[in-house]
């Protein structure tokens, strides 16, 4: 009973402690600082900036909450919080404020554009294929290299994956011959539509009440014309619309590249301390 009791008031000191400290997110100069771009930064500004992003990172680590058990996966975390998870390991802690510079404009980061619904999802890479099962997933996302968007393929090739780079070629490749193929597809079944069209409008009117035989021939042309035109027009629709589709989408799912990135991010500050040794 003695030491339930210990551990109750420690637990009560514990956070009368933490409430009583000073929140160093809330720091005025920080946030001034926060809110100017990397460049304009003094050296001084920028040493601050990291300190303090630092002690705030650390804070929020120490805060006692839990998020709720809703039964649904995390959302993907954003850019400012995948940072903040390399500060928090302490990644970045001891870099100097040219070489923290560098690492802002070398990294990788991946953002989502949109979510789409789905139960399951598995992306073949390399030798392994990635499955993600979940409520969300998503084909929608936008790269970039410091503070250039760079496209997946590049994306890929300076993170060193130059055979799923070579893949998402590929499919991009593949995808925009399904929709210029489809658009020419269109584009002939038009004029095989309307001129059957019109061949089966003039059948009516020269051979419908004086020449039944001649009638048939003509309507059996007319109508092969338009049937032609009308799978030509609906086939070359859909497959414009697939590939239109596709190209909206990103070949690999952002499951799969996040950890790319991170991966990638973690490898660069190893170099970046390793040639100012």
Known sequence: MRILIQRVLLLIFTNILLSQESNPCEDARYLEIKDKPLDEMSDREYEYFSRKDGECSQYKLKLPTQPENTGKQPSPKTVSEKMEVIN????????????????????LTVEIIAKTRGSAAATPLGNSVIANYGSETTRKWKA??????????????????????????????????????????????????????????????????????MYKTESAKADNKVVTGIILISGGLGAAYYGILNLGKNRYEYSVVDGISEDYNKKLIARIKESSE
């Open 88 to 107: 928090l390991y302490g990644n970045t802690e001891y870099l100097t404020p040219s070489q923290k510079q560098r690492f802002t404009r070398e990294r």
């Open 144 to 213: 970039s290299k410091g503070f250039e968007e760079i496209s997946e393929e590049a994306f890929l090739r300076i993170a060193g994956y130059d055979k799923e780079a070579d893949v998402v070629m590929e499919y991009i490749s593949t995808n925009k011959t399904f929709m210029w193929g489809g658009l020419a597809a269109m584009v002939v079944g038009i004029p095989f539509y309307s001129n059957g069209y019109q061949m089966s409008m003039d059948a009516i009117d020269e051979y419908y009440l004086e020449d039944d035989e």
